[in-house]
């Protein structure tokens, strides 16, 4: 039976859906919202630095909140962009963070100071999602403009621009070992690119609406796709072969995460929530109640122990997950 998690009253119960509903009285709670952040607007993206210390949002503010997660207190607000920020990532050493925004721009910050290092044109359209290669030295951006741009991180050059999405791009991820990128996109399609030659390597198909997100798993055997479709697609990286389907006939996905065991899906819905399943088992075992709109992004913490969600309803949700089993 999955849990019901969060604080109950938090958001009235029309505003859930109907199976967490039924649940509601008997699940039990294991997790609660450790912290809710109230931004000036919609949050689009959320990422953990690599030692879980920093926590970045971006969204239609136009800013990229820095938030220490020890003292919940806000260490940077970096200022640049002339839209909506859509996507940030770390690097790999968390150094520095790039940050992809509706005005056409990636912009690269130094984390320590927030200063801004770099700002990388070439795309026609908002950049949908930012992704740093595994050694740091590549970082890929995808695009409305239905292109994928793969940028040299010291120069700021244009390495490579990917085309063959029908589409725009929603979401871009390299594999652990650096040498594909996969790309989602408004066509319903997944992409995997040679990260080095900027071949197209396989097409995955299956969805049959947007896909809105694509992660790999820290062992690179994984690659997961969520889509509008309300489904999440889980594929063996080296072959391409579609190992299971969750969440069929669901409300839409609208972000995925994955533990570092790849042991625990997160599930950010249309329908307001956070769900949390079970990779091996196929079970769902949990979820977050708390936002009043819809989930765009979430991001695990390194440790595993702490989950953020941000939402259309301008907040960050921070959850202690370490006692869901």
Request: hydrophobic share 40%; net charge neutral; proline share 2%.
């Amino acid at each position: 039976m999955p849990a019901v998690l969060g604080v109950v009253g938090f958001v009235s119960i029309a505003s859930w859906h109907i199976w967490a509903q039924q649940r509601l009285a008997t699940a039990p709670v294991y997790s609660t919202c450790i912290l809710q952040m109230k931004q000036s607007g919609s949050v689009k993206s959320v990422a953990f630095s690599s030692d879980g210390k920093t926590l970045a949002c971006g969204g239609w503010d136009l800013k990229v909140t820095l938030w220490d997660t020890q003292t919940m207190e806000i260490k940077h607000t970096l200022i640049g962009h002339e839209s909506q920020v859509t996507a940030i990532a770390f690097s790999p050493d968390s150094k520095t963070l790039a940050s992809g925004g509706w005005d056409r721009t990636v912009k690269v910050w130094e984390v320590s100071t927030g200063t801004l290092l770099q700002t990388l044109m070439g795309h026609r359209h908002g950049v949908r999602s930012v992704a740093f290669s595994p050694d740091g030295k590549t970082l890929a951006s995808g695009s409305w403009d239905q292109s994928v741009i793969l940028w040299d991180v010291q120069t700021g050059e244009l390495k490579a621009t990917l085309m063959g999405h029908g589409k725009g791009i929603t979401s871009v991820a390299f594999t652990p070992r650096g040498k594909i990128v996969a790309s989602g996109s408004s066509d319903g399609t997944v992409k995997l690119w040679d990260a080095q030659t900027g071949v197209l390597a396989g097409t995955l198909t299956g969805h049959t609406l947007l896909v809105s997100s694509v992660i790999y798993s820290l062992d690179g055997q994984t690659l997961a796709s969520g889509s509008s479709d309300g489904t999440v697609k889980l594929w063996d990286a080296r072959t391409g072969a579609l190992r299971l389907t969750l969440r069929e006939q669901r409300s839409s996905v609208s972000a995925i995460a994955l533990s570092s065991d790849a042991r625990t899906l997160a599930v950010g819905t249309g329908d307001n929530t956070v769900e949390l399943w079970d990779v091996p088992t196929r079970t769902l075992k949990g979820v977050l109640l708390g936002h009043s709109d819809k989930v765009n992004a979430v991001a695990f913490s390194p440790d595993n122990k702490s989950l953020a969600s941000g939402s259309n309803d301008a907040m960050i949700e921070l959850w202690d997950v370490s006692n869901v089993k």
